[in-house]
């Protein structure tokens, strides 16, 4: 039932966790978690009316509606921070999840801070995950692991974050690495770095600040020394 990409957010899962996928669609990943048994509960959200209704149609279908709630909300809005262990955010552009947890996360605080550290965060970005992960690494997430997966001749990222308190991270080049291994990464790090390089090339050509492409420069730099590691 589960695509490529959604089996790799799946492999990330924790065993016997309680599950709150957000943007459900039609609650594919929990039914498959949960029907599988790596997941004990699940929370379904969506913010649209037919993918709530499809996501309630799946899990009736697959007789999991003891075990399986469809909440209609925006983002985290319909949860609260007792009743999941890892949060899913897939298949969304990179700066829709940042806002969502931008938005999200301070409902939580401060009473659910202990809670939220425990917490996993598994986010599959579909465009500028580098937005993600900045948002994620100035906001007091670190990134633990994360994985590539080809799907349909394009190449998208997995990554699972914990909230850990951590400073800010001042260095730009990390929102474009993350936590990629050079042998796991380096097909989609040189297809970032592709892009960065035709940007700094036209900025060659306009009245673009000089700061501006010797930072892409400083980051080409740090994505070559990563991939030197491979």
Known sequence: M????????ADMVRPSSRLADIGTDHAYLPAELVASGRCLHAIACDIRPGPADA?????????????????????????HWTEA??????GMGGETIAAIL????????????????????LL????????????????????FEEKTVEESGH???????????????TDEASFYIGALSPKDGAAFLRKQRIRLT???????????????????????????RHLEKE
């Open 102 to 121: 931008r938005n999200g996360l301070p409902r939580w605080l401060p009473e659910g801070r202990e809670a939220l550290g425990r917490m996993a965060f």
């Open 155 to 169: 190449l998208y990222t997995v990554m699972r974050a914990g909230y850990t308190g951590a400073p800010p991270c």
């Open 198 to 224: 035709r940007r700094a090339d036209g900025l060659r050509l306009t009245d673009a600040p000089a700061e501006e492409r010797k930072r892409i420069e400083g980051i080409l730099r740090a994505i070559d």
């Open 55 to 79: 996501a309630r149609r799946t899990v009736q279908e697959a007789g999991l509606a003891d075990r399986i709630e469809v909440r209609l909300g925006d983002g985290l809005a319909p949860l």
């Open 2 to 9: 589960l695509d490529k990409r959604l089996r790799c957010v």
């Open 124 to 143: 599959q970005p579909m465009s500028r995950p580098e937005e993600l992960r900045r948002m994620l690494l100035t906001g007091g997430f670190s990134l």
């Open 85 to 90: 262990d890892d949060i899913v955010i897939a």
